[in-house]
């Protein structure tokens, strides 16, 4: 009977710890998407709100590492549990999360520090609660004197499964069913749940004292600690952690800034950790280190020589399963160095540091100096330089990366133009990556080689854009290329570009005669250009709105007795629209416009009521629509800011989504007339491309002219079934993926 009741104990007491750890992970991945979502609408959508979001994560986890290691090794275990349950009782206070009462960003300045003391505000104390349990916990249940008290790591991989199942059912359960309002409310539920679990075990291990109850410094337990182990843990835990936001500011560009896809990379990175602490590791890490070159020869040879070679998906795969291996080596060889129990918080205070360096350096260090998301690529070869390393080491492992770096320079000596060899340097590239596979079992000559082949196809890529300027800030990468236009008789004409990321935003022609035409999703054959000329005559003393400036092309349908207000988020953008050197629409067309900076509902919510005759929304985060200007409450706004007559405008062209069922929801939830044309672009018309563009109106009267004009293909909005419509508490994005 004895026996029976000590192993019911036992296996009682793994539940306990076990499920408290699952529980706090779970509500510490529910609450970053679900915070970052609440946010999102004051920074216009930008995927920087996610990795700002991020760093204020991984740096309140290291303060709460820092605690629990402080805690552990400093007190005893009675002291440890009243102090903790006194700093639990204080966290309540902060209950139930929410955004604190005015919290309005600054326009005039880069918002990240007011982003990380409105997190601070918001949710610090709970989350520093969060972040403690885990090391702290795990402590604790190696001092119970339980049978698998020697090594509690697997507990690790408990909650990291919490973790993982919360961040899936965030996208696909949670943000679907319940609104952000009720989200915060079980949210806080949830927490207080968690409070009495941790409550329980310092009960139980208050109970079960040990004689051991005496705590060991930290200067002890440190000091048996080399610094060399301790440098490659904290690199073995940097690089993934910087890679984990580079991945994740590449997807979240170019679709759309949602948990949805910010998940993607979190969710990959957190499975390496439940993998590599787990029994599983000592036979699978040998195999993930020889298997990881076979995965990078067609990561290396297409993902960095020209993005528009593939479609979306397969470059979105290559990236995540080259992300996939590199994090699962380095975690694999930092599980593989894990301490004994004594140095368990030592171990994970270093691990949350490293986080916390690899998401500063991302958010900080990085934006101001690359002009471009170069850190990506220089992790992926910190990564590669983290592989297990041969004992032997030659001078002659540098002689391929050197051999690389010679054939580059010289290509860029001899060759004025590179442009019309692109496809024989993308073939030699591609050639290069596989050649490389064969330097796998030399550390640094394959790092450094496959560093060199990146190098090159970027700088080539850079070079055959004919890049004027390029610039990197909060909101993302803005660069003005120079292209040529080649007619029938062979005549060359200059024209300039700006691309946000990887998507074109305008361009423009310069000779004197052209420089006033809109072009791309703005042309004259277009939408725009049909609804400008339709409404030529009743439209010459409105007042229009546009949100979203791009290159200013829009501005050349304006007219004198008008009054144009241009509403952008990024300063960035209004200096190179403004900038001469670069686009003259502005200048040309509409110099001294009204300018409101800072997102768009925020701006539009301090205009008159019914002042706008025309609202055009054109805002953009590379190839995405921030979501919180597609919402109900988004289009109710619009309306009130429009006269009874008025009319907006929605650019929705986009490559991965189908937006129209969004406004299609809309206009019929709220009895809006609608119009959509889906413009395909006639091909002897240089720069005027496809694009997709939806007008609505309070009464079909309104939008009446543009169908009998005949300019276009304009056709009433479409029905969609089974959509709920979003709101600021509900977005649906798998509902309307192309």
Not at 682 to 707: G, R, Y
Request: hydrophobic share 50%; charged share 10%; proline share 6%.
């Amino acid at each position: 009977m004895s026996n029976d009741s000590k192993t019911n104990r036992n296996l009682s007491a793994i539940v306990l710890f076990a499920g408290t750890l699952f529980v706090s992970a779970s509500l510490m991945f529910v609450l970053q998407p679900l915070f970052g979502k609440i946010l999102l609408p004051l920074l216009g959508g930008s995927p920087a709100v996610w990795n700002t979001c991020m760093v204020f994560y991984q740096s309140i986890l290291f303060l709460g590492y820092l605690y629990a290691h402080t805690l552990s090794t400093r007190f005893r275990q009675h002291q440890q549990i009243l102090l903790h349950i006194g700093v639990i009782v204080i966290s309540l206070l902060a209950l139930p999360v929410a955004l604190p009462d005015n919290t309005v960003p600054p326009t005039d300045s880069d918002p990240t520090f007011w982003l990380c003391w409105t997190l601070f505000l918001a949710i610090g104390l709970p989350f520093f609660v969060l972040s403690t349990t885990a090391p702290l916990v795990q402590k604790w249940f190696s001092q119970l004197g339980h049978h698998s008290s020697d090594d509690p790591y697997f507990l690790y991989a408990a909650s990291n499964t919490g973790s993982l199942l919360a961040l899936l059912s965030y996208p696909f359960l949670l943000e679907p069913s319940i609104g952000l309002a009720n989200q915060q409310t079980d949210w806080s539920f949830g927490y207080g749940l968690l409070c009495l679990l941790i409550g329980a075990c310092g009960l139980l291990l208050w109970k079960n004292r040990t004689a051991s109850d005496t705590p060991v410094s930290d200067t002890a337990v440190d000091n048996k600690l080399t610094i060399r182990q301790k440098l490659h843990w904290l690199a073995l835990a940097f690089v993934p952690s910087s890679l984990l936001l580079g991945l994740t500011n590449f997807i979240s560009t170019d679709i759309a800034s949602v948990p949805l896809l910010w998940i993607i990379p979190l969710t990959v990175y957190l499975l390496s950790f439940v993998i590599v602490f787990s029994h599983w590791n000592d036979t699978l890490h040998p195999w993930m280190v020889k298997s990881q070159p076979f995965v990078l020869v067609p990561f290396i040879a297409y993902a960095f020589v020209n993005p528009a070679d593939l479609p979306y998906w397969v470059y979105l795969i290559l990236h995540i399963l080259a992300f996939f291996f590199a994090i699962m080596v380095c975690h694999g060889e930092l599980a593989k160095s894990r301490p004994p129990t004594q140095y368990l918080t030592s171990f994970y205070l270093i691990m949350s540091f490293a986080g916390m360096l690899g998401g500063m350096f991302n958010t900080f260090v990085a934006p101001f100096i690359f002009n471009g998301i170069y850190e990506y690529p220089i992790m992926i070869v910190a990564a590669l330089l983290l592989r297990p390393w041969s004992v032997e080491w030659s001078i002659k492992q540098l002689i391929a990366p050197v051999a690389l770096l010679g054939i580059g320079f010289i290509l860029y000596a001899s060759i004025n133009d590179l442009l019309q060899y692109f496809d024989e340097i993308a073939l030699s590239l591609i050639a290069f990556s596989v050649l490389v596979y064969f330097l796998r079992k030399q550390t640094l000559s394959y790092a450094l080689t496959i560093g060199g082949i990146m190098f090159l196809a970027l700088s080539l890529h850079g070079l055959s854009s004919h890049t004027l300027y390029q610039k990197r800030s909060f909101f993302g990468v803005m660069a003005v290329r120079e292209s040529v236009l080649t007619d029938e008789q062979n005549k060359s004409e200059t024209y300039h570009e700006l691309f946000h990321g990887t998507t074109k935003h305008g361009a423009q022609r310069l000779p004197e005669a052209l420089a006033k035409i809109p072009l791309t999703y703005y042309s004259q054959p277009g939408p725009m250009g049909q609804l400008f000329k339709t409404f030529d005559v009743a439209s010459a003393n409105w007042q229009i709105g546009v949100v979203g400036l791009g290159a200013g092309a829009l501005a050349c349908y304006a007219k004198p007795s008008q009054h144009w207000t241009l509403y952008e988020i990024d300063p960035l953008v209004i200096d190179i629209a403004k900038n001469t050197n670069y686009f003259t629409y502005l200048s040309r067309c509409l110099p001294n416009p009204t300018m409101r900076v800072g997102d768009a509902r925020l701006a539009l919510e301090k205009e008159p009521d019914q002042h706008f005759d025309l609202l055009v929304m054109d805002a953009f985060s590379s190839d995405a629509v921030p979501t919180h200007l597609l919402t109900k409450e988004a289009m109710e706004l619009y309306f009130k800011k429009l006269k009874p007559n008025g009319i907006l405008a929605f650019h929705i062209t986009n490559r991965h989504l189908a937006l129209k069922k969004v406004l299609s929801i809309h206009a019929e939830q709220l009895h809006f007339a609608a119009l959509i044309q889906e413009f395909k672009a006639p091909e002897n018309m240089p720069l005027v491309v496809d694009t997709d563009w939806v007008v609505m109106a309070k009464q079909p009267q309104t939008l009446e002219p543009l169908t009998l004009a005949m300019l276009g293909n304009w056709q009433t909005m479409p029905l969609y079934f089974g959509l709920s419509p979003w709101t600021d508490d509900f977005t649906n994005i798998v509902k309307i993926w192309k």
